[in-house]
């Protein structure tokens, strides 16, 4: 395949340019709508008399009932002209009007268009034009399918194989508060409530802005142009010329999902490397408080890092970054408009800790790795999603550490991402990294694959190919592979088929190819525990499950093996990679596998040696030996008095990861035993474990003083503990004047430290209080309800209070956030995460038996993982608590 397609200027904006008469045409649709709206009273926009809607029917072979756009059509241009509404009409509806032109070749003949259109009213009936020589055929009728999101065009006669035309259209649509497509956040400023007109398009809601063909490999150029008041300012992919009505230059060649388009009254600071334009926006407040400064020092240095990474330039001549209050993802790698989350881009070097500054480098990190790896070069489908969250969660730690060189950031992917999700990955209802094309087909199925199996194992497998290729081998199959497909779409083995050939050039030697190595890590669920007999030098590998009585869901074609890349040390010294090809292998002399963690898999040793590793071993390995030991001893493999044991040495320890490890792993401890007896005890051995750790940063420092270390606590840092402190102590005057400090609150990773804290009291009244809270956006942002549930989840007085609001709630929430804006998979895994007893399952069961009709969204799967996870934690409690009792009571 080539290196992509371009269209000439000229084709572009072939009867496509909007004259003089566009503004009165769009106040003219917004009088149309305004009557539409007063003849009826839902909040649904209808269609016109020209456009009819389709009846409720059984599912049949018509394309309009498939949820793929057929092949027979592929665009090439849009040009978008919109105007969002920041005031409310009289009716309180916030809308925006638009019309759009796209102009598409025909592939192969056909008499039906089929195009995405979700929630808008056409105003105008769709025109057809055709652009070569033959006429444009009659459109016969118009039908719009809800269930799909299709607007059904049916021509009299059929289109030519080979010619381009061009389709318009008069829409309007609501600027809702849903957190997708073209949508509005609000906040109040200086006692003045203002209001945002944003977009979020990934994955399926760019039909929510205007018709178009709303799929990843349907790369097409985008002309925008934006209606808005003088006092606010247009942002989009590229540059515009500044005017009450914005028009921005023609996009590069680009996914609908990568499209972004603001209007708001937000300041911004900028700067200029190399020609190119960097720009933080943020509400006016913010950046006049200097909270953009620290994006804005770090994202040039990234930038030129993934340059010269990827060795391509960075292909656009600005990159925008801005922070919205409303936001429901994290980030957004919108390509040259990069939307986050406030908490994610804005620091405040008083009120910030240092977990929030590392967390505003890594997302810009990863937003911006993205700007190559997957905009310029585009995954086919979502099936592959994998790849292009993946790789981002890998290399954002590579970006960060280009930024911050002195913080060691590089080794925290072990915490936040591998350990993370071997959690997930070790349960039988987990999925593998890519699934077929055909099983992810609606956009709720859609929403599922943006899980951590995604991100996170995504992140962990590449790092590990990164490793056993050599980075240097690594990334010159990346730079080949960008450099082939750049402005173009491919699945995932056309990066395995360059990375083939940079091994290849490099006479680097491999057991097995990439693809075959890679195919048994990515089409198959789960890892392996690799088991090492140093008396023997026997090698084993087993799937790793959780409960070692499930089976998985699904069947692997390679019998759940793998190819495993074994680093490994003996007397202190590296030794060359071992290949572990089948079930069994040999080797002599073992110490400690899989160094520095590099490895998606467990290990597991005899008695004598778990003995000689809990001494003289690297940090890194210190906190892999502990979260190893723990979760073998979950799934039975070893004892868990063998587990605890590995927090003894942690009065001795300084390093953040191994104690970050062990906290990790004791807090499922805390989740099943603080109920019972066994939690006293518990405590008072940790109390024992954390006072010399204690005693030694008060000799170091002062706690006052910030240490130069970035992984040691500091005071900003100690906020959230101070809070959560105060909340349990107190009762609701303290309640409450957290309550005014949130609502008062200008920073937001401050408004987060309250918002989490308040979820800590511990009258049930409070709490019940606060959950009702989440269901009113005027208290508690749309955003930010699902962690505040979890949060409140996370309290041991609030779990079942919690999971009764969901249950209770359910339709309401699921039908009021729908599957895009709230994450209901994090929300069933926060709520029943304590679940520990047959009594508990039983509830879990039937919430999922009685909320069938309604649907679970984005969080099907969680459900059965979150059942799954039940069961092995009753079998645990079962087996484990006499002997977790003992040994807290008598440590040894």
């Known amino acids: 395949m080539g290196k992509g397609f371009y269209i000439s200027k000229t084709v572009g904006v072939v009867g ?20 539409e709206k007063s003849k009826n009273n839902e909040n649904e926009v209808k269609p016109t008399d020209a456009v009819t809607s389709a009846p409720t029917t059984a599912p049949s072979n018509e394309p309009w009932d498939q949820w793929r756009l057929p092949q027979t059509l592929s665009p090439q241009t849009y040009n978008v002209t919109l105007w969002p509404r920041l005031e409310p009409d009289p009716t309180g509806l916030y809308i925006f009007t638009g019309m759009s032109s796209v102009v598409f070749r025909c592939v192969e003949k056909t008499n039906l268009i089929l195009i995405h259109s979700n929630k808008l009213n056409m105003t105008k009936q769709p025109t057809l034009m055709a652009l070569g020589s033959k006429p444009a ?14 607007m059904a065009i049916h021509l009299k006669d059929e289109l030519t194989a080979g010619e381009s035309y061009e389709l318009y259209t008069e829409f309007v649509g609501e600027l809702a508060d849903d957190l997708g497509g073209f949508y509005r956040s609000e906040y109040n400023e200086n006692g003045v409530k203002k209001v945002v007109a944003t977009t979020q398009m990934q994955a399926t809601d760019a039909r929510k802005a205007f018709p178009c063909f709303d799929e990843p490999a349907m790369k097409a150029v985008f002309h925008i142009t934006l209606y808005h008041d003088p006092a606010t300012v247009a942002l989009s992919n590229v540059d515009s010329t500044l005017v009450t009505r914005t028009t921005f230059a023609a996009t590069e060649v680009m996914s609908t999902y990568l499209l972004a388009f603001i209007v708001s009254d937000f300041g911004f600071i900028e700067q200029n490397i190399d020609k190119l334009q960097i720009r933080i926006f943020a509400r006016q407040e913010a950046i006049n408080a200097g909270q953009g400064e620290y994006a804005l020092i770090v994202t040039g240095p990234i930038l030129k890092f993934f340059e010269r990474y990827y060795n391509v330039s960075y292909p656009l001549p600005k990159s925008d970054q801005i922070a919205l209050p409303d936001f429901n993802a994290g980030a957004m790698e919108n390509w040259g408009l990069i939307t986050y989350r406030e908490t994610a881009l804005l620091y405040d070097k008083e009120i910030s800790s240092n977990g929030n500054k590392e967390r505003i480098v890594t997302v810009i990190a990863h937003e911006l790795a993205h700007q190559w790896f997957g905009n310029l070069v585009t995954l086919r489908w979502w099936n592959d999603l994998w790849l292009n969250e993946g790789f981002a969660s890998y290399v954002e730690y590579l970006g960060a550490a280009e930024a911050e060189p002195d913080w060691n950031v590089k080794d925290l992917i072990v915490l936040n991402d591998v350990h993370r999700v071997f959690a997930i990955d070790a349960l039988a209802s987990s999925h593998p990294l890519s699934s077929k094309e055909e099983e992810i087909q609606k956009p709720e199925q859609i929403s599922e694959v943006f899980d951590t199996i995604s991100y996170s194992k995504g992140a962990s497998v590449l790092r590990m190919l990164s490793d056993f290729l050599t980075e240097a081998v690594f990334t ?17 083995t056309d990066l395995w088929h360059h990375l083939q050939l940079a091994v290849d050039r490099n006479n680097n030697s491999l057991p097995k190819t990439v693809q075959e190595i890679m195919d048994r890590w990515v089409l198959q669920m789960g890892f392996p525990v690799v088991t090492i007999d140093t008396t023997t030098g026997q090698i084993t ?45 040999d080797a002599d002399e073992w110490v400690l596998a899989n160094i520095n963690v590099t490895g998606y898999y467990r290990v597991n040793y005899d008695n004598d040696n778990w003995q000689r590793l809990l001494n003289s071993i690297p940090v890194i390995n210190r906190a892999q030996l502990i979260d190893d030991a723990f979760n073998l001893a979950k799934a039975g493999i070893i004892e868990t008095t063998l587990a605890l044991r590995t927090t003894l040495f942690l009065n001795s320890e300084t390093e953040y990861m191994p104690w970050e490890a062990a906290l990790d792993n004791l807090d499922y401890f805390y989740l099943m035993f603080d109920r019972t007896e066994v939690y006293g005890h518990m405590q008072k051995y940790v109390g024992r474990q954390v006072k010399d750790l204690f005693d030694y940063f008060t000799r170091l420092t002062n706690w006052q003083d910030v240490p130069q270390g970035h992984t040691d606590h500091i005071k900003a840092n100690l906020r959230s503990t101070v809070y959560c402190s105060a909340i349990a102590a107190g009762g609701e005057e303290e309640w409450n004047f957290a309550w005014e400090q949130f609502q008062n609150a200008t920073i937001a990773s401050e408004k987060d430290k309250l918002r989490a804290a308040m979820a800590c009291a511990t009258e049930p009244w409070l709490l019940n209080r606060y959950l009702k809270y989440t269901l009113d956006p005027e208290k508690i942002r749309k955003q930010d309800a699902t962690s505040t549930i979890i949060n409140i989840a996370s ?12 249950r209770a709630n359910w339709e309401y929430i699921f039908k009021q956030y729908g599957g895009g804006s709230f994450s209901f998979s994090n929300l069933i895994n926060g709520v029943t995460k304590r679940f520990s007893t047959q009594f508990e399952l039983q509830q879990l069961i039937q919430f999922k038996d009685d909320n069938a009709h309604i649907g679970f969204g984005s969080g099907s799967l969680a459900i059965q993982q979150s059942i799954e996870r039940t069961n092995a934690n009753i079998k645990w409690i079962e087996k484990n608590q006499k002997a977790v009792l003992d040994w807290f009571k008598n440590p040894s």
């Open 541 to 585: 590998q087993e799937h790793f499950l959780l409960d070692p009585e499930t089976k998985p869901d699904r069947p692997s074609e390679f019998n759940y093996e793998w190819f495993v890349p074994i680093s490994w040390t003996k007397n202190e010294t590296t030794q060359p990679l071992y290949w572990l090809l089948n079930k069994n292998g």
């Open 795 to 806: 309290n041991v007085v609030g779990q079942p209070l919690a999971w009764d609001f969901v």
């Open 16 to 35: 496509i340019v909007l004259g003089a008469g566009a503004l009165v045409t769009i106040i003219a649709l917004s009088v149309v709508y305004s009557q």
């Open 476 to 492: 010159q199959g990346l730079q080949t592979y960008l450099n082939y497909f750049e402005f173009n779409n491919t699945v995932y």
């Open 137 to 150: 055929p009659i459109i016969e009728s118009i039908v719009m399918h809800t269930k799909t999101q299709y």
